[in-house]
Nanobody, 122 residues
Framework: QVQLVESGGGLVQAGGSLRLSCAAS????????MGWFRQAPGKEREFVAT????????YVADSVKGRFTISRDNAKNTAYLQMNSLKPEDTAVYYC???????????????WGQGTQVTVSS
């Protein structure tokens, strides 16, 4: 299994930017697809973005397309989520996940971080 630690969350005004990081450790951490999910209070966890481990192909949810970018540095075993033009509705706990196949379903990931809070004020 892969251990994941997120960082970079915080409070930002609407229109601002944040970059989340997800440091992975454990055997073959760099061979896993990485994903970001988020969960707002009272809502279900939702997919945000994912990236494959080999070719770095990405897929981003429509709700954040054009504003969020996922990337990874396999040499550092770290994935990133660059979030621009943030909106109050982006407020949520953001979770990093790792799994054998990149996808938008949470069940496809077998390792999860503890989450990092992102709060966007209006």
């Amino acid at each position: 299994q892969v251990q994941l630690v997120e960082s970079g969350g915080g409070l930002v005004q609407a229109g601002g930017s944040l970059r989340l990081s997800c440091a992975a450790s454990g055997r073959t951490a760099s061979s896993y697809a990485m994903g970001w999910f988020r969960q707002a209070p009272g809502k279900e966890r939702e997919f945000v973005a994912t990236i494959t481990w080999s070719l770095g192909r990405t897929y981003v949810a429509d709700s954040v397309k054009g504003r969020f970018t996922i990337s990874r540095d396999n040499a550092k075993n770290t994935a990133y989520l660059q979030m621009n033009s943030l909106k109050p509705e982006d407020t949520a706990v953001y979770y990093c996940a790792a799994g054998p196949v990149a996808g938008s379903l949470s069940v496809g990931y077998d390792s999860w971080g503890q989450g990092t809070q992102v709060t966007v004020s209006s």
